[in-house]
């Protein structure tokens, strides 16, 4: 039984996650994802392939049946053979929500990579199931994903590496641990390929709720930068050599936070409304 | 004898360097601000204050020499009593060119701030004598100093200290090690204090020529991250509690190499004539 927020029709959330959300105390992104994906009647499937700790699929579950779901299972892919299994897959079909763990997004690709498993995730996101996914698996969810790069603020020629993801949305690409990790550089060089994408930088504890019409809503601690450079007025792409500084003229950033929003269709990004502050 | 480059009635170029500029190989930076001080008529003072190393200003020393200027000095102020020394007074007062080391620039701050050495060379910069400073250096040379902050991509309120500098140019604030430190978030943080000022992220090796009529050029091998917050669509810096993130909407971002330049009266950045590329 679907939850009542999915509406026939449209699409489900897409989620992706910074990495390191909170577990401990309000848990404010993750019993949203729960909220979203059915609330006390939601059945929470977890992928933890991107992990190589046996702990982190079982974390997950506890912490979504504390946070109310009706139940929560671990499909464990470890290698390309475990994707015919056929009671996770049956799960997976009958899940009202999808959560895609933290680790190295190259297992993701590698391992579910158009699999059966991939090809279910993706329908069923497509008929209205909220996909999460945290740290790598934020990185695994869109079409055009961060395979790996170099740190530092300024965009290199190479200083990224591209690819195939999940492929959920072709409109986002997604960075984690933003601020912890210094990747700006990456993501602009990974937007200069092709400036129809958004890039997403995501600070730890900090989600994007891509919700169906394409509003991005930002819940969590930390900020994410919205990086658009659809009007860039220039890009040195093509011509740099490998390891060089690329020059981007008219970049359009936003810093935004827990509150604030982003629509993929008009390119703004709303602020929240403001308290009104006690004056000395 | 002021250098032909020297016009009256116009201020001297101003020239923040992000700092680690190559001192070995084709040393286009020291160059051209050996040409623009003079070249060999120049007569260039070296303020090594920033530095704790006694070899730093000799180092330099030897460098200036060698590409080519008439003489070079090192005026070792290390303490504000120092700042009397007359015949140090008189070679600065007739430098055609003025260098400002690396090192801590709080010690730039401290042991110039408000004595004659610090209005002097406001005096020679105005009446058309280049300063340039190199990573400490560079942050010193603007009103508005960045004296410490914290790293990541993010701005966070409390995440810079800034201090009155030298006062050459309140129009940009400097951030140096740009690409290599992971400045960006403290950056922003100090520009949505006053969107007025413009910000400058200075890579390693790299340069901004700040030309008398508000022209900035682009030298080295890095990038200059120029930071546009002017037209800024929201601010939450002043409902921003400490160590929260700052929400910012509508920052404008150019990432600049060599043969770029930027415009700080029209705001508006330029790309290199474009090399025809050869074609497979």
């Known amino acids: 039984m679907p939850s009542p927020e999915l509406l026939p029709g449209s699409r489900g959330y897409i989620i992706p996650i910074g990495g390191a959300e909170d577990k401990l105390h309000d848990r404010r992104i993750l019993q949203r994802f729960v909220d979203v994906s059915g609330g006390e009647a939601g059945r929470i499937a977890i992928i933890p392939t991107a992990s190589e700790l046996d702990s982190t ?5 506890k912490l979504f049946l504390r946070l109310g779901c009706a139940s929560a299972e671990v499909l464990d892919y470890r290698e390309r053979a475990d994707c015919d299994n056929a009671e996770w897959l ?10 895609i763990t933290g680790g190295n997004q190259l297992r993701l690709s590698t391992i579910l990579g158009g699999t059966q498993v991939a090809s279910v995730m993706r329908k069923r996101n497509a008929a209205g199931v909220p996909i999460a996914g945290t740290s790598a698996g934020a990185a695994f969810v869109p079409e055009h994903m961060i395979a790996y790069g170099a740190s530092g603020a300024t965009p290199h020629a190479g200083a990224v590496s591209m690819a195939p993801g999940l492929g959920l949305t072709n409109r986002v690409v997604v960075d984690q641990h933003f601020r912890q990790r210094d990747r700006l550089g990456r993501l602009l060089t990974a937007l200069a390929y092709n400036p129809f994408v958004i890039g997403l930088g995501l600070d730890e504890d900090t989600a994007a709720f891509i919700a169906p019409g394409g509003k991005i809503e930002i819940v969590g601690a930390g900020a994410i930068t919205v990086v658009d450079v659809s009007d ?6 093509a011509a740099a050599k490998e390891g060089a500084p690329v020059p981007l003229i008219g970049v359009r950033v ?8 982003f629509d993929l269709d008009s390119r703004r990004a709303v602020a929240p409304p ?3 502050l006690e004056e000395d």
């Open 57 to 61: 699929g079982p974390r997950y579950r």
């Open 90 to 99: 049956a799960f997976l079909q009958g899940a009202t929500g999808i959560f």
């Open 232 to 237: 860039l007025d220039f890009s040195g792409m």
């Open 254 to 261: 936003h810093v935004l936070t827990d509150g604030c929003s």
């Open 274 to 276: 403001q308290r009104r």
